[in-house]
């Protein structure tokens, strides 16, 4: 019997990258200036190729909205020096406040950025999934705000059930590196993205 | 250049320094080299080692929370490298106090003070190997961090207690050869633009470049120091001083890289 395991589910082919998920999560969780715990990652790559006597666009173009993936494997959780990190039996990452120091080692740790820390405060911050609204059985924010109805969350396996998807998108780590509460329903040309060598097109916008 | 993380570059240098410069003194007085135990040596180990933790303090969010620090040692290698810091200050302070109260132990503590540095390096070297942070996943961040202290603690053990020319000469040789070939260059070697969006900042080359002219400048100094006697004093402090700026420069380079999926942004 596998463990409770909550998770997100995120249709890249659906998502017009608007962007409303990350600015809900801000609203909601009131982030400081340049925190975003969730970030909505502009992938695109391509160009002209040429078939026979005509020329054609051959590119790679979807958005990922990433926030913390409430890692299975969790590395912020086994190098936070001050056990500040835990895991809850529902498989949430959560940040004790009062335990961080603000090393920022998770911040290091983590190959998703989840974890940020806030210079106000002296300590570091990240997605909670919205912990005080699933236990009044309400959804994450972000989950709620999305128009186009791309977020969805719940049991990973029962998600995997209902909604499917992979585990790992192009550029994303692979899955195998930190075993990510994630499952996403690909947009079809991100299986061609890194033959393209697409990037990060908001490379301005997603860096801290 | 990013100095964003100049704690954390000062704290490992001069932390890096205090465990090679302990490692060197032991080897020394195993081999009965004269000065090489007594207050001296001690004080030379001791000083940057208070003062690289003190730094380390000015990298945290909530510096009063530090002790906190050692609460993961069963998971965390940062915990670990802050257990073995702990032991290492506490061997070079009482090798400090060793004469002064005659508590005659220095052949136990000269031991316990060189093997707990050069442990806490290997932990230190274990923080940065992230399978997250591919540029410092390898080889080269424990071989750059044992490379630096055994150069820096080597030559500063050679300015203190002098007479330590051709060993000094062959480790500095051995550093170069390894900087130039197998590179620690963290931000040259093979970067390139990365999907996630990261740019090679155009500076790094001739940063590098830099670096090595100060590294090769160091074995010079060094050199001439081995052929002229009478000017060797000034020398050997100039080498020091070339080799201390060549790796601060190469420190800085370190920790200018990209993290996660969200570069930071210089």
Same mark, same amino acid.
């Given at each position: 019997m596998p463990e409770f395991q909550y998770a997100f589910h995120f249709d890249s082919s659906a998502c017009s990258g608007c962007k409303t998920c990350q600015l809900a999560c801000k609203d909601k969780n009131n982030l400081p200036m340049g925190s975003f715990w969730r970030r909505v990652y502009e992938v695109s790559g391509g160009g002209w190729r040429k078939d026979g006597e005509a020329w054609i666009p051959d590119i790679a173009a979807y958005n990922l909205s990433i926030s913390c993936q409430h890692c299975r494997e969790a590395p912020c959780i086994k190098g936070c020096p001050s056990g500040a990190l835990a895991k809850r039996a529902d498989g949430i990452v959560t940040l004790d406040k009062a335990k961080c120091l603000g090393c920022r080692y998770c911040e290091w740790t983590c190959p998703y950025g989840a974890p940020q820390f806030d210079p106000e405060t002296g300590i570091v911050t990240k997605c909670d999934f919205c912990l005080d609204l699933i236990e009044i059985g309400e959804r994450p924010a972000c989950v709620t705000s999305c128009p186009m109805r791309a977020l969805d969350f719940g049991e990973l396996e029962e998600l995997k059930i209902r909604l499917g998807g992979v585990g790992r998108v192009f550029p994303l780590p692979p899955e195998s590196q930190t075993k990510p509460a994630l499952l996403i329903k690909p947009h079809p040309s991100s299986a061609r993205a890194e033959a393209l060598a697409a990037a990060t097109a908001n490379r301005e916008e997603v860096s801290r | 250049?990013?100095?964003? +993380?100049?704690?954390?570059?000062?704290?490992?240098?001069?932390?890096?320094?205090?465990?090679?410069?302990?490692?060197?003194?032991?080897?020394?007085?195993?081999?009965?080299?004269?000065?090489?135990?007594?207050?001296?040596?001690?004080?030379?180990?001791?000083?940057?080692?208070?003062?690289?933790?003190?730094?380390?303090?000015?990298?945290?969010?909530?510096?009063?929370?530090?002790?906190?620090?050692?609460?993961?040692?069963?998971?965390?290698?940062?915990?670990? +490298?802050?257990?073995? =810091?702990?032991?290492?200050?506490?061997?070079?302070?009482?090798?400090?106090?060793? +004469?002064?109260?005659?508590?005659?132990?220095?052949?136990?503590?000269?031991?316990?003070?060189?093997?707990?540095?050069?442990?806490?390096?290997?932990?230190?070297?274990?923080?940065?190997?992230?399978?997250?942070?591919?540029?410092?996943?390898?080889?080269?961040?424990?071989?750059?961090?044992?490379?630096?202290?055994?150069? =820096?603690?080597?030559?500063?053990?050679?300015?203190?207690?002098?007479?330590?020319?051709?060993?000094?000469?062959?480790?500095?040789?051995?550093?170069?050869?390894?900087?130039?070939?197998?590179?620690?260059?963290?931000?040259?070697?093979?970067?390139?633009?990365?999907p996630l969006g990261f740019r090679p900042n155009p500076a790094w080359p001739a940063i590098f470049a830099v670096r090595l002219i100060l590294f090769a400048a160091a074995i010079l100094f060094w050199l001439t120091a081995l052929i002229l006697p009478e000017a060797a004093s000034w020398l050997e402090w100039a080498a020091l001083s070339a080799a201390v700026i060549s790796e601060t420069i190469g420190r800085l380079q370190f920790y200018d890289i990209p993290l996660g999926l969200s570069p930071r942004t210089a």
């Open positions: - | 250049m990013n100095f964003r +993380e100049w704690p954390l570059v000062l704290f490992t240098l001069l932390f890096q320094t205090a465990a090679g410069a302990a490692a060197t003194f032991w080897a020394l007085a195993v081999l009965g080299r004269p000065g090489a135990s007594g207050r001296l040596p001690a004080i030379v180990i001791f000083l940057p080692a208070v003062l690289s933790a003190a730094l380390s303090l000015f990298h945290l969010g909530r510096p009063f929370r530090a002790p906190r620090s050692i609460l993961n040692l069963g998971r965390s290698w940062l915990s670990r +490298e802050i257990l073995f =810091l702990l032991t290492f200050k506490a061997a070079a302070a009482a090798m400090v106090l060793d +004469e002064p109260l005659g508590l005659q132990a220095g052949g136990i503590l000269r031991p316990v003070a060189a093997l707990s540095g050069l442990a806490c390096i290997f932990m230190m070297s274990k923080i940065y190997t992230l399978p997250a942070v591919p540029d410092w996943n390898s080889w080269r961040t424990p071989a750059s961090f044992f490379s630096s202290a055994f150069v =820096l603690g080597g030559l500063t053990a050679g300015c203190v207690i002098g007479g330590l020319k051709a060993p000094v000469l062959i480790l500095l040789a051995a550093a170069f050869i390894f900087n130039l070939v197998f590179a620690p260059r963290f931000g040259l070697a093979g970067r390139k633009a990365t």
